[in-house]
């Protein structure tokens, strides 16, 4: 129950960067075929934290490739418009971070228990380094840190995209 949670949370979190909800928004078939993007992204998951190292590899490389040519133009939240691609650093970061957190608040919540109370599992922080995140948060009290951080930089923000976004998750065709 808490990996659907926690899906669905990663995918709503990730839309406050406009420069990633950009990148979907634009280049991904979410609208056209929602299951099969979404069975794409399980399917990197489950291979990154489950599969063999050489395994990881190869999906990851898919990804990157594919990162590759989704590049553009996003309003920031101060109505600059701004160059995106999605293997910018900034990007990755926040899509891996709003996944860590996201996995983990939902895991605490509905989850139950865990040893691990203070350290995230290190295939998060794996997932994170093959996708080009430098030096990912590997506890709890760091992915809160950078959280907060990214509330307080006034790069996140809600508009018609982030909204109807919304209302494709909550009622999907």
């Not at 996140?156 to 909550?170: N, Q, V, Y």
């Amino acid at each position: 129950m808490s990996t659907i949670i926690a899906g669905i949370r990663v995918l709503l979190m990730q839309s406050l960067h406009p420069g990633a909800l950009a990148g979907v928004y634009d280049h991904s078939g979410f609208k056209r075929d929602p299951l099969g993007r979404l069975a794409n992204t399980i399917r990197w998951i489950f291979t990154v934290s489950y599969g063999s190292m050489d395994a990881a590899h190869t999906a990851t490389h898919f990804v990157r490739r594919v990162h590759d040519s989704v590049k553009g133009n996003y309003v920031d939240a101060q109505g600059q418009t701004r160059e995106y691609s999605a293997n910018d650093p900034e990007l990755l970061r926040w899509v891996h971070v709003a996944y860590a957190d996201s996995f983990v608040t939902a895991h605490r919540i509905w989850g139950g228990r865990s040893r691990r109370r203070r350290r995230l599992h290190p295939r998060m922080a794996q997932a994170g380094r093959l996708m080009g995140v430098e030096d990912p948060p590997l506890s709890l009290a760091e992915v809160t840190a950078e959280m907060d951080q990214w509330y307080a930089s006034g790069h996140l923000r809600a508009d018609e995209r982030l909204r109807e976004t919304i209302e494709f998750i909550r009622y999907p065709r």
